[in-house]
C-alpha cells in the first residue's frame, strides 16, 4: 500500500514539473507576414463611492472632471509609453475596471461610462461580488 503511495506521489511530482510530457495534439503553427502581436491591456481601477467621490488609481476625486484630466493624462501617458517601446505596439489598449458603491446612484456610473467613451475608452468593465 505504501509503495502505491509512494509511486503516485512521485508521478504526480514529475507531471508538475514536467518531467513527463502531458497528452495533447503537437501542432506547427503556419506563418504568415502580417502576424499582429496581441498585448494585453493595461488596466485601471476607477471607483464610484456612494458619497459622491470617485477614485482612479488610488486618487480621489471630487468631481468627475478631475477624474477625467487624470484618467486622459494616464491614457496619454500609455500612448507615449506604447510608441516608444518595440514591445507594444502603438495605440495600447486602456482597459477601465469600474468598482461601484452598490448605494451608488446609477446616473454616476452612466456618466462614467459615457466620459470614457467620449475620451477614446472603449474597454471597460463592472465589477460585483457573488451574491450569497
Known amino acids: ?36 502581436e496581441d498585448h494585453p491591456p493595461v488596466r485601471v481601477i476607477l471607483g464610484i463611492g456612494s458619497d459622491g467621490t470617485y477614485q482612479l488609481e488610488g486618487q480621489t476625486f471630487a468631481s468627475l ?3 477625467q484630466a487624470s484618467l486622459l493624462a494616464i491614457k496619454n501617458q500609455n500612448e507615449a509609453k506604447s ?8 495605440g495600447a489598449r486602456l482597459a477601465v475596471i469600474i468598482n461601484g458603491d452598490e448605494l451608488s446612484p446609477l446616473q ?7 466620459m470614457l467613451k467620449s475620451n477614446g475608452i472603449d474597454s471597460m468593465t463592472i465589477a460585483a461580488k457573488k451574491k450569497q
Open 65 to 67: 472632471e478631475g477624474l
Open 108 to 114: 454616476r456610473l452612466v456618466d462614467v461610462m459615457d
Open 83 to 90: 510608441n516608444s517601446t518595440a514591445s507594444r505596439p502603438s
Open 1 to 36: 500500500m505504501i509503495d502505491v503511495m509512494m509511486f503516485l506521489l512521485v508521478f504526480f511530482v514529475l507531471i508538475s514539473i514536467n518531467v513527463i510530457p502531458a497528452l495533447g495534439i503537437k501542432m506547427n503553427l503556419p506563418s504568415a507576414n502580417s502576424v499582429k
